[in-house]
């Protein structure tokens, strides 16, 4: 089973970037596809982006189309999810998580491995 680290979370300013990592241990990462989700405070959790298992089809909710990127690097068992023009809204905490499919979701349910969470604020 995969263990998922996230990195790269912090303050910054609206109008900002940030870049989020997370790396997994495990020998099936090449094979599942991987998703980013984000919990603000007293707030539901939130699909963010998803990507398939060769990183050839990717998905993201409506308030982050065209300012996120989700990437990822299987070599490196690596996932990344790239963010512009971030907004106080875009605050939360962001996760990685890993999916028992080959192609992506948007639904939580589908993704039983997770990370610990890493922190972004976006200041106004």
């Known amino acids: 089973q995969e263990h998922l680290v996230e990195s790269g979370g912090g303050l910054v300013q609206a109008g900002g970037s940030l870049r989020l990592s997370c790396v997994a241990s495990?020998?099936?990462?090449?094979?599942?596809?991987m998703a980013w989700f984000r919990r603000a405070p007293g707030q539901e959790r939130e699909f963010v982006a998803t990507?398939?298992?060769?990183?050839?089809?990717?998905f993201y909710t409506d308030s982050v189309q065209g300012r996120f990127t989700i990437s990822r690097d299987n070599a490196k068992n690596s996932l990344y999810l790239q963010m512009s023009s971030l907004k106080p809204e875009d605050t939360a905490s962001y996760y990685c998580a890993a999916s028992k499919f080959p192609y992506g979701s948007k639904l939580a349910k589908h993704y039983p491995t997770w990370g610990q969470g890493t922190q972004v604020t976006v200041s106004s």
């Open positions: 495990g020998r099936t990462f090449s094979r599942t596809a």
């Open positions: 990507i398939n298992s060769n990183g050839g089809d990717t």
